[in-house]
């Protein structure tokens, strides 16, 4: 017998959430990671994609405990993410400005992560903890990725 929870639909947008804003900040990654030419930089990348890839398949899992559909990847935002992260480091791929954009995506994921939450106020404790464990993951990435500039 599966173990299936029940969620509220505040709970779903949060999880939904936490999964769109970890993809974004994996996808950022992997478009910039081949530019990047400082091996401090690229292993701090690495590892914040690994701990990216932790949280949203934690955000994932509950979704599917909880027999709910997880976001379905959206080809032209991705594409839109991609192309205006190739775009700024067509002319300048110097660490600062790499480590630059990836504080820019840091910022946007914690504010979006803050709205959603603020917008969800009665969701369970679970999920909120969730979304506060990725936003503190965010906020620490902006302190190291500072080092770069």
């Known amino acids: 017998m ?32 081949d530019k990047v030419n400082d091996d401090e930089l690229s292993l701090q990348m690495f590892e914040q994609s690994l701990k990216y890839s932790e949280l949203h398949n934690e955000a994932v899992k509950q979704l599917l405990n909880a027999k709910t559909r997880p976001l379905q990847s959206r080809y032209l935002s991705d594409a839109v993410l991609k192309t205006g992260l190739r775009y700024n480091t067509m002319l300048n791929t110097s660490t600062s400005h790499l480590a630059e ?48 500039l």
């Open 101 to 148: 954009l990836l504080i820019k995506e840091n910022n946007n994921g914690i504010i979006e992560m803050e709205k959603v939450l603020k917008a969800n106020g009665a969701a369970g404790e679970k999920p909120t903890a969730l979304a506060r464990q990725l936003i503190a993951f965010e906020e620490k990435n902006v302190r190291s990725l500072k080092e770069y």
């Open 2 to 33: 599966g173990t299936e929870t029940r969620i509220t639909s505040q709970e779903v947008k949060i999880y939904r959430e936490i999964q769109r804003n970890a993809d974004a900040a994996m996808k950022a990654i992997d478009t910039i990671a």
